[in-house]
C-alpha cells in the first residue's frame, strides 16, 4: 500500500501539476465521447495519427533550446522552407510518390540550412530577447512569402490558379505527389473501416526515426557542448566551446527539422497550404513542447513526444465531442486556442526561477 | 558642542549570522582632522562605514552594538537620510552620478532649488520649476572650494575619470552642515596626477573644520596626509597611531600580522625546482578583464612548484588566470613549457594541458542543472575526446565510462553526494568545489590553476581541498597555481608568491617573509623600479 502511494507520489512529481490535468482533461474527454456515440478506438486514431503527423515540428524545438535561444517561434522559417521544397518537387512533376517526398525534403532541407544560419547570426546579435525577435521573424518571413508564392514562375496545373495562370494555390493537392505515402506504409486498420482504429505504421516509424537521430545526435560531443552552451554560456566557453557557434548550429538544425516536418505533416494531412497557413504553427509546436514538460532553458525528446500526444489528442477528441454537446458552434477551436495560449502563457510565466 | 569630537564611536560590535565581523571598534575623529581607516579585505572597513550611514544591510541582519556619538550627542543613525540630517557625506569608490546631467544637476539632485508656479500651487511642490541661475551659483561655490575649473553647465557623460571623482566631491560639500566626509578608497580608479590633486583637495576640505574618514589600501598616501590612522585587522582595532610618529612598515606590519600555519609540513618533499625548468612563462601579459585588469605582468612559474598569486581585491590577480584560459581578451606571449600558446584560440589553454578550476563557481565552473557525473567528464569529453564511444559511423556518450570515473572521483575527492546522479546545484559550497576540481583532474593537466580554492566554503572542507592540492603536487609532481584573496592561505601552501597590485606584479616573495613586506606588495609600494601603472 505504501509502495503504491509512493510510486504515486513519485509520478505527480515527475509529471507535474499540468500535465496531471491536461492528461485527466484528456481522458473525461474520452469518456465523455461514450455516450455521445462517438467511437473511440476512431477518435484514438485520429489522435494518434495527428500526433505522429506534428510530431516532427514539434521536435524541432528541442535543438533550439538546448542551444539557447529558448523556444523557437520562428519555425515558421522551416516551415517555408519545407513548403518551397514541396512545390519545387511537385513542379519537377516526379512520379514515383517516395522520390517526390525526398526529393521535397531534400530541396526542402537545402533551402532550411542557409536560412537557418542567417536566423542563426541574427539570434545571437539579440541575446536576452530571442523569443520576442524569433516571433517576428516567425511573421515577417510568412508575409515576405507571401509574394513569392504570388511570383514563382511554377507551371504545374496542380499548383497554380486555374484561372490565370499565374500564382500559386492557398491550398495544393498532393494526391498526385506524395500524399499519404508515410501514412500508408505498412498501415494497419483494426476493426472496420469507418468505426475502427487505423494505424499509420509508417508515419510513426518516421517519426520515431526522426527522434532516435535527433537523440543520437544530443549524445554526440557536439550535442552536448550544444547543450552546454544553452544552459551556461560562460562554463561553454571555459571548457573551448565556441557558443556562438553551437547557437547557429542548433538553430539551422531546428530551422531543417521544421521543413522535414511540414512536409511530413503535409503528406498525412494530403494537402500542402500556403500563404497564411504556417503563421500560428510555431505557437502550436510551443504550446505542445510545453505541455510536454519543457522549459524555456531545458527541452528533452521525450517532452516533444508527450507533449504532442496530449496537445494533438485533445484537439482530436475534444472538436467531436464539442461538435455533439453543442451543435454548429467552434467550441472546440475556442478551446485549442485557450489550451494552446494558455499553456505558452503558464510556461513563461514559470521561466524565471529556472535561470 | 562640547566635545572635541566631531565623530566618536565607541565599543562598535557587529554580527553577520553568527560571524563576528567587528568587535569592540572605537574611532574618534575631531574636525579638521584627516583621519585615515586601514585593513586588508574583510577587515570590517566597509561594515564600520555602512554602520555609520545606517545603510539597511545593517539592520536587516539584527543591526549592531555599541554607540555614536556626533558632536558628542548621541545619533541614532537607522537609514541613509539620518546620516545625510546628521551632517554625514560619503564619496563612493565607484560613481554615483548620472552620466547624462550637467555637472549642476549632479551636484543638487535630491536638492533641487525650485520656485513656485501655477501648477505647483494646485498639484503640489513636485511641480515647481527649478531655479537653474541659483542652482548653478551654488555649484559654482563647490566647485570653487576644491579648486575645479570646469564649466558647471558641462554633461558628466563626457567627462576624464578624475573629474568625475571631483564632482561627486562637490556634491558632497554642497550640502549644507557637512561635518564629516568619508572617501571610500577614491584613488582607486585615478592616475597618479589625478590622485595627487585629490589628496589636495582632501586637505583643503580638512583645513575647512570638516572632519574626514579616509579609506585606502595605498599606505604611501595614507602616511602623505593623516593626521592619525586606525588600523583594523579581523574585525579588530590593532591600533590608532600619529601618522608623525609610524613609518610605513610598521603600518604594513600590523595590517597583516597574522599567525599562518603551515599545511605543507609532515609531507616529504622531493622536489627538484629549477629557474632552468619552467613551466609557465608570462611576458608582457594585458588582460582585459572588467574590475581584474592585468597590465603588462611578467612572471615565470617554475615546473612542480606550488605558485601563489594574491593581492587585493580589483587588482588584477583574478585577471591572470581568466586571461590565461582565454575567458577574457588578452595580449602578451603565454609560453608553457617552452611552446607558445595562441591565446586568440578558445580552448588553446585547455587543449595544451592547463586546466582551471574558477573562481566564479556558480556561474563559470559547473553546470548547475546537470548531474555530477555529466560535470566531471564534460571538458575531457570536450577537449580530449574521452568518454566517447564509437558506433560505426557515429560518436556518442559512454555513459558506462563516465559513471565508472565519476564513482571513482566521489571516492578519491570525499564528494559527498546521494550518487553520481544528483544534481551539481543541490551540493554544499565545499562539494561543489570538489566537483569543479574533479573536473580539471580528469583532463590530466600538466599545470593546474586554481583560483579562490576556498571561496564560500566552510572550514573543514577549506582545509580537505587545500590538503588535496598539496598532495597532487608533492605526489604526482602538478604544478599548481594558487590565486587566492586569503593571504593566510597562500602562506601556507605555496612555494612563491606574486602579489599583484595595479593589474602589475609588485614582488614575488617567500611565504615566510616578513608580514611588513606582504603588507607593502599589496598596498602597491613596489620595490627596485617596477613601472607605475
Redesign the interface.
Known sequence: MRALREKLSEIYENLGLPRIIIIGFFIVLLIAAVPLGLSVPNLLGDAIRRWAMYGILVLAMVPAVECGINLNFGISLGIVAGLLGSTTAIEMGIPNPWTSLFAAMAIGVLVAIPLGIGYGILLNRVKGSEMTVSTYVGFSVVAFMNLVWLSLPFKSGTLIWPLGGRGMRNTISLASSFGGVLNNFLGVQIGDPTQGLYVPTGLILFFMAACVVVWLFLRSKTGLAMSAAGSNPMFARASGINVDMMRILGTTISTALGAIGIITYSQSYGFLQLYNAPLMMGFHCVAAVLIGGATVRSAKISHAIIGTFLFQGILAVALPVANKLLPGTNLADVMRIIISNGIILYALSKTKEGS | MGSRYVLEMTDISKEYYGNRVLKNVNLQVEPGEIHALVGENGAGKSTLMNILFGMPVIHETGGFEGEIKIDGQPAMIDNPYKAMDYGIGMVHQEFMLIPGFTVTENIKVGREITNPTFLSKVFGKDLETLDIEKMRRDARVALDTIGLNIEEYVQVAGLPIGYMQFVEIAREIDKTGIKLLVFDEPTAVLTESEADRLLEIVQLIASKGIGIVFITHRLDEVMAISDRLTILRDGEVVATLNAKDTTVERVAELMIGRKVEKLIEGMGDHRVLSDADIALSLRDFYVDMPGERVKGVNLDIRNGEIFGIGGLAGQGKLGIPNGI???YDSEGTVELFGKELDLTK???A??NGIA?V?E?RR????????SIE?NVV??A???K?DF?IRLGP????DQRKAREHTLEMIKTLDIRCTGPKQLVGSLSGGNQQKVCLARALTLNPALLIVSEPTRGIDIGAKRLVLEHLIKLNREEGLTIVVVSSELVELRSMCDRIAIISGGNVAAILEPDAPDAEFGLAMAGLRKEGASIA
Do not use: K
Not at chain 2, 556561474?363 to 546537470?370: A, K
Open positions: 584560459m582565454g575567458i578558445l580552448g588553446e585547455l587543449r582551471f574558477s566564479d556561474g563559470v565552473g559547473l553546470l548547475l542543472d546537470e555529466f564534460f571538458s569529453m570536450q577537449i575526446g566517447l557515429i560518436t556518442i556518450y
